[in-house]
């Protein structure tokens, strides 16, 4: 391994000042000629996930801006779940090494206008994920620090809930939260991906036999797992997630206010902290987004003032399907609301790209209205920042 590569590997240290250190030293070495770097190019992320919620490579947020200022984005940004514990290490790497970077925070709401419409949380009825972005920090008056606080309060209380009612099914593989759950965040914010990595690894630890595990797993899961399934491949956790949390699963409850907040005190919160309240969309598939416009009239009336898509899951280069038709119908309703749009792959699974293929046919045609959207969330970000 060298230098650079361990250099690299400890910008995902939990500790903070070893990664500050890092970067500081790659960053010294790519002045002096010893890092290549892509040069600038078309192309944008503003919706990673950092490990302060739930990155698949582990990715801290100084991880982020290096990779992003080494592959030549034009901006970048990080979206954690429930938390803006890596706004001020994202904002001092993107400074120090010379990138366009904005922060944001994604949780789920409840939506009471589309109570029986499952809208872009698969399985949940009524349930939408949204965000904020372009805060400039992460410390508020008072009452905005007792609601950030509460969302992630929150979904750890739904999150221990649920790990309870999944373990009851899945003895003998049970979960202690606390000792097997929380360390796998910096910051104790684990998400349900990291439950299901945690069941995937304590499943593994008790059953060493590969076969009687894929028997395990199998029965429980309802579907084929095979060796090479093994011990927690994307088609595993994401099979525990969907089969064990979602709607149908063992550890589902339908949802309501109680459970998650609502969007509209959301998008008040995102205002009173400086941030832009976005509707986040999926496919256009399902029931609640078959009513994009009515839906769209929802999110704006309380705030909502620009919109999210991954690219990556809404085509397949090459082929001309619903999928893709239903994207360019949303953009032209996004351009004629004159709503930003912002782009990005999650990194949230294992196997997704660190940034989507803008040069295919199918978004090479969009990447000037995703700079233009990325381009007007920065300016925002960097007002709040002075």
């Known amino acids: 391994m060298t230098n650079i590569e361990l250099l690299e590997n400890r910008l995902d240290d939990f500790n903070l000042s070893i990664r500050q250190e890092s970067l500081k030293e790659l960053w010294s070495l790519a002045q002096a000629g010893k890092v290549e770097f892509s040069p600038p190019r078309k192309a944008v992320n503003l919706h990673f996930h950092s490990f302060f919620s739930y990155n698949a490579c582990g990715y801290s947020p100084s ?84 609601f950030l606080e509460s969302m992630k309060n929150t979904a750890q209380q739904r999150n221990r809930a649920l790990t309870e009612r999944v373990s009851r099914y899945l003895q003998p593989v049970e979960l202690d939260y606390d000792s097997d759950v929380l360390p796998l965040s910096p910051k104790g914010n684990p998400t349900e991906r990291h439950i299901c990595a945690a069941y995937a690894r304590k499943a593994a630890a008790i059953m060493k036999d590969k076969s009687r595990l894929a028997g395990y797993w199998s029965e429980k899961l309802g579907l084929q797992i095979v060796e090479a399934d093994l011990p927690e491949s994307a088609k595993l956790t994401n099979a525990i997630r969907t089969k064990t949390m979602k709607q149908g699963g063992v550890g589902y409850v339908k949802p309501d206010a109680g459970e998650f907040p609502t969007m509209t005190k959301v998008n008040r919160w995102v205002l009173a902290c400086g941030g832009i309240p976005v509707f986040t969309w999926l496919n256009g598939l399902s029931a609640g987004e078959r009513q994009i416009e009515k839906l769209l009239d929802v999110s704006q009336q309380s705030g909502a003032a620009a919109v999210n898509i991954i690219p990556d899951r809404n085509y397949t280069p090459g082929v001309k399907d619903e999928k893709i038709a239903a994207l360019q119908q949303f953009v032209e309703i996004a351009k004629r609301r004159n709503l930003p749009i912002i782009v990005g792959t999650e990194m949230n699974s294992p196997g997704q790209k660190f940034v989507d293929s803008f040069e295919t046919a199918e978004l090479s045609p969009l990447i000037d209205l995703f700079i233009d959207g990325a381009k007007r969330i920065y300016q925002h970000a960097m007002k709040q920042r002075t």
Request: glycine fraction near 12%.
């Open 63 to 146: 991880k982020i801006a290096w990779l992003s200022r080494k592959a030549g984005l034009a901006y970048a940004g990080i979206v954690d779940f429930d938390v803006l514990d890596g706004l001020e290490e994202f904002y001092a790497a993107c400074e120090l090494i010379g990138l366009k970077g904005v922060v944001g925070l994604e949780t789920r709401v409840f939506v009471p206008e589309f109570a029986e419409y499952e809208i872009n949380s698969p399985g949940e009825p009524g349930i939408s994920y949204h965000m904020g972005i372009a805060f400039g920090k992460s410390v508020f008056q008072p009452e905005e620090n007792q």
